[in-house]
């Protein structure tokens, strides 16, 4: 299963080129990479630049064998980033349109079977990707999701964060519980459209969507992302205390939607 990652990033130099090394390095043996700059201005384009640069020219060697009669440590010279099976593409909007717009164009870039996004500050377990392929491949599940950790800049672990089983009440109508470490099928989107760019709990309203529209979820008790708590110290985009207090009360009027949607399912039954 061919997936496919949106890495959207926006003033995030310091933090960007460990979430794409979390990601090459993956076990998962076909995944392509679509990195959205959205129009930023400090140093990510030179931090992509730099990292597409090393993609085909660093080398790494490790001690493999001692000759005893020459006393050398021989070592293996091999290429620092694999490349079999990886695909790394940037798309760079001039100016800043916001994070549903970076994730529209991304994935309308996508190819793969499945695919996700991973915001350009987190982090992601080797075998993420591998593991919620799996869970696709083995079961009805049109979308997996799975546990996290939580983590802070110095990648201290804060707290692990379990989410529930699925069901459409605990995940969608109790509250949003679903949807960082994610993969899903491509023809999800086919059938339910985008990221709505009116909204900043753009995710929640597209994953209820999914689900409304008859999307099979499954839950991975596994934790396998790591996401960045800057609490305290970068209130930016949709942390910052006016964009928070939006995005909460869009959440409401979803899990009040899902809530509406269960009634009257419920009723029907």
Known sequence: ???SVVVPT???AKYLAACLDSLWFQDHTDL???????GSTDDTQAVLADYQRRLESDSVSFASFYEPDTDVLKRVHHPRYPSAGRALTVITHPENRGLAAALNTGFA???GEACTYVPSDDWCMPHMISTLARALEATPADFAFADMLIVDDAFRVVRRFDLPEYSFRRSFADWYLCGDAKLYRRALHERHGFYDEALLAHDHDLF????MGGARF?????AL???RDHAGGREVHIHAPQNW???INESKALVLKARAHLDETEGRA
């Open 1 to 3: 299963m061919k997936a």
């Open 10 to 12: 926006f003033n995030q």
């Open 32 to 38: 392509e990479i679509i990195v959205v700059n959205d």
């Open 109 to 111: 870039a996508c190819a």
């Open 208 to 211: 209820l969507r999914f689900a």
């Open 218 to 222: 499954t839950h991975v008790s596994q």
């Open 225 to 227: 992302f790591a996401k």
């Open 245 to 247: 207090q939006r995005l």
